[in-house]
Nanobody
Framework: QVQLVESGGGLVQAGGSLRLSCVAS????????MGWFRQTPGKEREFVAA????????YVTNSVKGRFTISRDNAKNTVYLQINSLKPEDTAAYYC?????????????????????WGQGTQVTVSS
């Protein structure tokens, strides 16, 4: 069982930056690829970024590439999402998720259905 707790969201002006954090409980954080997703009311939860369990591979969806960076610190059981140059359309609840991938040091997924555990989310609101 893995529990995920996100933090770092808030209200920020357009052009600002935030760093979201997601802390995982348990001993096996390094066995999980991690992903960040976001969701606005009435819409599907959408993929934002993912990182392999070792941190050697990362992927950021094209719509936010160049502004969002995913990273992780396995010693701290934490995955981060750095968001720069925030735009009003980035307003959403941001969720981290964990996918068991002990069999591969390189695998990560963009598919939300492949993730095993989810956090409760942290709200990001960007004012124009």
């Amino acid at each position: 069982q893995v529990q995920l707790v996100e933090s770092g969201g808030g209200l920020v002006q357009a052009g600002g930056s935030l760093r979201l954090s997601c802390v995982a409980s348990g001993r096996t954080f390094s066995s999980y690829a991690m992903g960040w997703f976001r969701q606005t009311p009435g819409k599907e939860r959408e993929f934002v970024a993912a990182i392999s369990r070792t941190g050697s591979f990362t992927y950021v969806t094209n719509s936010v590439k160049g502004r969002f960076t995913i990273s992780r610190d396995n010693a701290k059981n934490t995955v981060y999402l750095q968001i720069n140059s925030l735009k009003p359309e980035d307003t959403a609840a941001y969720y981290c998720a964990a996918q068991f991938t002990a069999y591969s040091s390189t695998y990560y997924s963009e598919q939300k259905d492949e993730y095993d555990y989810w956090g409760q989310g942290t709200q990001v609101t960007v004012s124009s």
